[in-house]
């Protein structure tokens, strides 16, 4: 056992001039959104215990460890293949990236330090330290600051991409501030890992299969079990109890097209905030972890440690536990989990948040049910919170508010509570008066200064969303005028010919330099909401460099939205007539489009966004 050995590495010491590879049979990076914005949150929360204001960057030394858990590596060529940890070495390396990039376009002095962690200089060409062949040019593409396109590409590089771009939606600079290059600093020296290394492959596998199999440690799961199974002595309810709960955690585990083994944990995290939680952590610098925190890293101390505030400890209620109440929530989870991924009547606002990634949806969505609620009273209360939240978030992402993980913690806390084990008319009430009182509108946030979607302009933070909003607005316009709900089928990616944004105006400046005073105004006016469209990927790319004029024959052929623009949309078709005639929307055809006509257009889209965001969809989904 002396070949094996196991070292402490800092993110520096792990990253540093390293080449780390894989092995072609090794599986593909796997990592969802949820697990990025864990990773992330557990890291602001433990920077934030320590961080006083007024901190330097040197003062970050003499905070404390965070611990990332361990890696297995075998060297072989001179790389270090990594039998376990491709996950988090993966994910580390485009957490660096983003914060690399942040850093040199604030001109920090921490940015020149981060660099190596990313690649090393190879007789003048860059080597990445995450050396696999297939996904360098991606890796690359995102150092450089460029674009790339993952169609095609394996399932790796895409999952990459869309990492990336959770990454830089939680916004760490806006979130951070002054604190920014502290926390790199602190990311780089205090955060680490066991690095065990194996004399060779045969080994390093061993070690793998020990440390996940024979030797794998009890789960906080097995451990909640556990817990709840002690006070039951008698044998029939013991083996009722550990049977019900086995049914429900494999239910939770081989749910869907994939299985995975943490469901069962997020589930967990999920129903005990939504209905237990009732403190977190305070907003500021040197805060520790309350119930709304502890829930999501030891839940299953968590609820050992508050007992009589639950009931548990005592057989009676744990049998109720383990045999009523989470396989109720169990089933209210997989439901919210097949409405995020199927489009399904009734609960399309689940699908809807779920393509804006909003990760505490299921949690929010669990904390109005009660055990004693019937099948159609849960979907109706799971629809309604759904709407509402689907409303907030675009309220908020049109005025360019952030959304994320972190960001929005503290207010689905505060959310949860308020609706917890709501009837439905109460749950209707709080949800719509909770809307009347936000201040984010579609027109507009006037204690933030900002001007709502008539200002919302195309950028790499807003993509996604303005994505979202085109394709819902353009189903809107479709099915309002008789025809079918394409929402669904306007967001798959994984077609052969996915949508894409269209710019109405093509980026050909000197054809506005008589309207545009500058090339940087000439941008804002091209890139805003109301001058996009979506278009099938292969006519955005025929199309886009033609002139309005030339354009506009093509969109005539695609969806109404984008066909509204010509006069062909307005000849026999009485029911987009009827639709824009008892809406009172200024929808009419333009034989050129120009800043005047796309002022009106951003009315016109501010009137859209209005009706179908409009908060009687609370209670109208209740009703359905």
């Given at each position: 056992?002396?070949?094996?050995?196991?070292?402490?590495?800092?993110?520096?010491?792990?990253?540093?001039?390293?080449?780390?590879?894989?092995?072609?049979?090794?599986?593909?990076?796997?990592?969802?959104?949820?697990?990025?914005?864990?990773?992330?949150?557990?890291?602001?929360?433990?920077?934030?215990?320590?961080?006083?204001?007024?901190?330097?960057?040197?003062?970050?030394?003499?905070?404390?460890?965070?611990?990332?858990?361990?890696?297995?590596?075998?060297?072989?060529?001179?790389?270090?293949?990594?039998?376990?940890?491709?996950?988090?070495?993966t994910s580390l390396t485009l957490l660096m990236i983003h914060l690399y990039r942040i850093a040199r376009a604030k001109e920090l002095n921490v940015s020149a330090t981060i660099e190596p962690l990313i690649f090393s200089d190879n007789f003048g060409e860059q080597q990445f330290n995450l050396?696999?062949?297939?996904?360098?040019?991606?890796?690359?593409?995102?150092?450089?600051?460029?674009?790339?396109?993952?169609?095609?590409?394996?399932?790796?590089?895409?999952?990459?991409?869309?990492?990336?771009?959770?990454?830089?939606?939680?916004?760490?600079?806006?979130?951070?501030?002054?604190?920014?290059?502290?926390?790199?600093?602190?990311?780089?020296?205090?955060?680490?890992?066991?690095?065990?290394?194996?004399?060779?492959?045969?080994?390093?596998?061993?070690?793998?299969?020990?440390?996940?199999?024979?030797?794998?440690?009890?789960?906080?799961?097995?451990?909640?079990?556990?817990?709840?199974?002690?006070?039951?002595?008698?044998?029939?309810?013991?083996?009722?109890?550990?049977?019900?709960?086995?049914?429900?955690?494999?239910?939770?585990?081989?749910?869907?097209?994939?299985?995975?083994?943490?469901?069962?944990?997020?589930?967990?995290?999920?129903?005990?905030?939504?209905?237990?939680?009732?403190?977190?952590?305070?907003?500021?610098?040197?805060?520790?972890?309350?119930?709304?925190?502890?829930?999501?890293?030891?839940?299953?101390?968590?609820?050992?440690?508050?007992?009589?505030?639950?009931?548990?400890?005592?057989?009676?209620?744990?049998?109720?536990?383990?045999?009523?109440?989470?396989?109720?929530?169990?089933?209210?989870?997989?439901?919210?989990?097949?409405?995020?991924?199927?489009?399904?009547?009734?609960?399309?606002?689940?699908?809807?948040?779920?393509?804006?990634?909003?990760?505490?949806?299921?949690?929010?969505?669990?904390?109005?049910?009660?055990?004693?609620?019937?099948?159609?009273?849960?979907?109706?209360?799971?629809?309604?919170?759904?709407?509402?939240?689907?409303?907030?978030?675009?309220?908020?992402?049109?005025?360019?508010?952030?959304?994320?993980?972190?960001?929005?913690?503290?207010?689905?806390?505060?959310?949860?509570?308020?609706?917890?084990?709501?009837?439905?008319?109460?749950?209707?009430?709080?949800?719509?008066?909770?809307?009347?009182?936000?201040?984010?509108?579609?027109?507009?946030?006037?204690?933030?200064?900002?001007?709502?979607?008539?200002?919302?302009?195309?950028?790499?933070?807003?993509?996604?969303?303005?994505?979202?909003?085109?394709?819902?607005?353009?189903?809107?316009?479709?099915?309002?005028?008789?025809?079918?709900?394409?929402?669904?089928?306007?967001?798959?990616?994984?077609?052969?010919?996915?949508?894409?944004?269209?710019?109405?105006?093509?980026?050909?400046?000197?054809?506005?330099?008589?309207?545009?005073?500058?090339?940087?105004?000439?941008?804002?006016?091209?890139?805003?909401?109301?001058?996009?469209?979506?278009?099938?990927?292969?006519?955005?790319?025929?199309?886009?460099?033609?002139?309005?004029?030339?354009?506009?024959?093509?969109?005539?052929?695609?969806?109404?939205?984008?066909?509204?623009?010509?006069?062909?949309?307005?000849?026999?078709?009485?029911?987009?007539?009827?639709?824009?005639?008892s809406e009172q929307l200024n929808f009419h055809p333009y034989e050129v489009f120009g800043k005047d006509e796309q002022v009106e257009r951003r009315e016109l889209l501010l009137d859209l966004a209005n009706k179908i965001w409009s908060p009687n969809r609370i209670a109208d989904a209740a009703?359905?």
């Open positions: 056992m002396s070949s094996i050995t196991p070292h402490y590495r800092s993110v520096t010491q792990l990253l540093q001039s390293r080449s780390f590879a894989i092995d072609e049979y090794q599986r593909e990076y796997k990592w969802e959104r949820r697990h990025i914005e864990e990773l992330v949150s557990d890291l602001l929360a433990r920077f934030w215990g320590e961080y006083r204001e007024g901190h330097l960057p040197k003062d970050v030394s003499s905070y404390g460890e965070y611990f990332l858990g361990s890696i297995i590596v075998t060297e072989r060529g001179g790389k270090s293949y990594l039998v376990d940890g491709q996950q988090r070495v050396d696999i062949k297939e996904r360098v040019p991606v890796i690359r593409a995102l150092f450089n600051g460029e674009a790339y396109k993952a169609e095609g590409k394996d399932e790796s590089i895409s999952n990459i991409l869309a990492r990336y771009d959770d990454i830089e939606s939680l916004d760490l600079a806006g979130e951070l501030g002054d604190a920014l290059q502290g926390f790199i600093y602190w990311l780089m020296n205090n955060v680490g890992l066991i690095e065990i290394e194996a004399a060779n492959d045969s080994q390093a596998y061993g070690i793998f299969e020990t440390m996940n199999d024979r030797g794998k440690p009890l789960s906080p799961v097995d451990m909640l079990k556990a817990y709840l199974l002690a006070p039951i002595t008698d044998e029939d309810l013991r083996n009722r109890a550990n049977s019900t709960w086995r049914k429900t955690v494999l239910g939770l585990v081989s749910w869907g097209e994939e299985p995975d083994a943490e469901r069962d944990a997020a589930a967990m995290k999920a129903w005990l905030r939504a209905q237990y939680a009732n403190s977190v952590r305070e907003r500021k610098a040197g805060s520790v972890d309350r119930d709304w925190e502890l829930i999501g890293t030891t839940f299953h101390r968590w609820i050992r440690d508050n007992e009589s505030r639950i009931g548990t400890g005592v057989a009676q209620r744990n049998y109720e536990v383990m045999t009523e109440e989470l396989p109720f929530f169990a089933n209210a989870y997989q439901l919210i989990l097949h409405a995020s991924t199927h489009y399904t009547p009734g609960l399309e606002a689940v699908f809807y948040n779920a393509h804006n990634d909003f990760t505490w949806q299921s949690t929010v969505l669990l904390a109005a049910l009660d055990p004693s609620d019937d099948q159609t009273t849960v979907r109706k209360k799971i629809a309604a919170t759904a709407t509402f939240l689907d409303i907030w978030l675009m309220r908020r992402t049109t005025n360019n508010i952030r959304v994320g993980y972190s960001t929005t913690s503290y207010t689905m806390f505060l959310l949860v509570k308020e609706i917890r084990r709501n009837t439905l008319p109460e749950l209707v009430d709080a949800l719509t008066t909770r809307l009347a009182e936000s201040d984010p509108a579609f027109e507009g946030s006037e204690s933030r200064g900002r001007q709502g979607i008539r200002d919302l302009r195309l950028n790499q933070a807003t993509r996604r969303y303005i994505f979202h909003l085109l394709a819902r607005v353009t189903s809107f316009v479709e099915t309002s005028s008789g025809k079918p709900d394409l929402f669904d089928k306007y967001v798959d990616r994984k077609v052969k010919n996915p949508s894409d944004i269209e710019h109405i105006w093509a980026d050909k400046f000197e054809r506005y330099e008589a309207e545009c005073t500058s090339p940087q105004d000439f941008d804002d006016w091209r890139n805003n909401a109301a001058g996009l469209l979506l278009l099938p990927a292969d006519v955005n790319r025929s199309y886009q460099a033609k002139t309005f004029e030339e354009k506009a024959p093509h969109y005539a052929k695609q969806n109404l939205y984008a066909a509204s623009l010509t006069s062909a949309a307005y000849a026999h078709q009485p029911q987009f007539e009827s639709f824009r005639t009703d359905e």
